[in-house]
């Protein structure tokens, strides 16, 4: 900061200078020069400046790195501006969060550019197989979501949970290593099973992680899935389906 003001003053004065050696006095011709000087100190700060309007909205990329995806934060803004409008239309949202089952396996085994690519390929796949309406996101280092705005029941969104799971999951060519991908998925509907952003998220997070303890693969949430993960409680969830293993089969 202290190099912009030394360079804005720097500049402010040779101008001036310039202006005398010119023979040019008059007040606005100066006061021409020292707005210029002011808006560039101005422009300097605004870019420069720790904690900036610019530099804050920038510290949180809305979009993660990797898959193009909107990041959690994103994701959740997006959850907020669709739940009202749910609201209003009386059209209920879902939410459905997918979680990898070995992506930690498949980066210890064939190295994390395999993995990132495994990741692209969820990413690529989801965004296929969702709607146009529907919102697909990187929330967690393996974990994605989809916001399904007009989503019309709980059915529907475990329905469609289902249908997003069947479309990720199955072999995948990753950079000459044949990799099959397995994943667990749950879902919550606004308003039957929450009645905020937040809510939605943790509960559609519940729904996923008793899926996957379960074995069961996909669940719809139910009251009591946040705390203690009793099996067996969940009466939505989908049956179970054999384990396959992630690592290379060839």
Known sequence: MARTVVLGLTLGVCALAGLAVSGVTGRWAIGSVLAADLALLAACARLLLPGSADDAAGAVPPHDGLTGLPNRAAMMARVERALPIADAEQVPAGLVVLDLDDLADVNDTLGRRTGDLLLQSVAARLLAAARDTDVVARIGDDEFAVLLPQVGSAPACLETARRLLDAVQGPADLDGFQVRINASIG????????????????????????????????????????????????????????????????
């Open 187 to 250: 879902g919550a509907v606004f308003p039957v099973h929450a009645a905020t952003p937040t809510e939605l998220f943790q509960r559609a997070e519940a729904a996923m992680r008793y899926a996957k303890q379960s074995r069961t693969q996909a669940a719809l949430y139910e009251v009591g899935l946040e705390g203690d993960l009793a099996p067996g409680r969940s009466s939505t969830a989908v049956p179970a389906r054999a384990k396959r293993p992630a690592l290379p089969f060839r």
